[in-house]
């Protein structure tokens, strides 16, 4: 009787575990013909979908993610490859906005005020790429993350019917 409940709970574990290996590959393949790492390279979209993540770090330092991906929108926005970044993101308390982090550090890189539009409800990648396209109309975009993010979003954005591209942020 142990046998055969260690045999299933096993059984149940590597399948859970092959699924997850394989819908990751899947994803990964269908994005990486869409995903950038350089500027200069990547064509140009009228509107970026900058996605959100804390300024400091679990340990209350500055969040390299954060800043790298503030960097690459900001270059893309010099570049002439987007005339404006929505920058989505949490802003589930009073003591924790994404979005108003994002537009300042944004302006502090060069990006005008007026080129920058805030979705304070993208509290995760779904809600952020959905609401690109139902509430600020975006079909065409080019979304800013890290690479393994950028391909889950390429995903859900195609998923949505928009067309997508990405750059990943170092």
């Given at each position: 009787?142990?046998k055969?409940?260690?045999?299933?709970?096993?059984?149940f574990?590597?399948l859970g575990?092959?699924?997850?290996?394989?819908?990751?590959?899947?994803?990964?393949?269908a994005?990486?013909?869409?995903l950038?790492?350089?500027?200069?390279l990547?064509p140009r979209?009228?509107?970026?979908?900058?996605?959100?993540t804390?300024?400091?770090?679990?340990?209350?330092r500055?969040?390299?993610?954060?800043?790298?991906?503030?960097?690459?929108?900001?270059?893309?926005?010099?570049?002439?490859k987007?005339?404006?970044?929505?920058?989505?993101?949490?802003n589930?308390?009073?003591?924790?906005?994404?979005?108003?982090?994002?537009?300042?550090?944004l302006?502090?890189?060069?990006?005008p005020s007026?080129?920058i539009?805030?979705?304070?409800?993208?509290?995760r990648?779904l809600?952020?790429?959905v609401?690109?396209?139902e509430?600020?109309?975006?079909?065409?975009l080019?979304?800013?993350s890290?690479?393994d993010h950028?391909?889950?979003a390429?995903?859900?954005a195609?998923s949505n019917?928009?067309?997508?591209i990405?750059i990943?942020?170092p």
């Amino acid at each position: 009787m142990i046998k055969r409940i260690v045999l299933s709970i096993s059984v149940f574990m590597f399948l859970g575990i092959a699924f997850t290996v394989y819908v990751n590959v899947r994803v990964e393949k269908a994005t990486q013909h869409r995903l950038y790492t350089d500027v200069s390279l990547i064509p140009r979209n009228k509107v970026v979908l900058l996605l959100g993540t804390n300024p400091l770090n679990r340990l209350g330092r500055p969040n390299t993610y954060f800043f790298t991906r503030i960097k690459t929108a900001a270059e893309l926005y010099r570049a002439g490859k987007a005339d404006y970044i929505l920058a989505s993101g949490d802003n589930h308390t009073k003591g924790y906005d994404e979005p108003t982090a994002m537009h300042d550090s944004l302006i502090a890189n060069g990006v005008p005020s007026d080129r920058i539009v805030l979705d304070f409800a993208g509290f995760r990648t779904l809600d952020s790429v959905v609401r690109a396209k139902e509430i600020f109309g975006c079909d065409s975009l080019t979304i800013i993350s890290q690479t393994d993010h950028n391909s889950r979003a390429l995903y859900l954005a195609e998923s949505n019917g928009i067309d997508a591209i990405a750059i990943s942020a170092p």
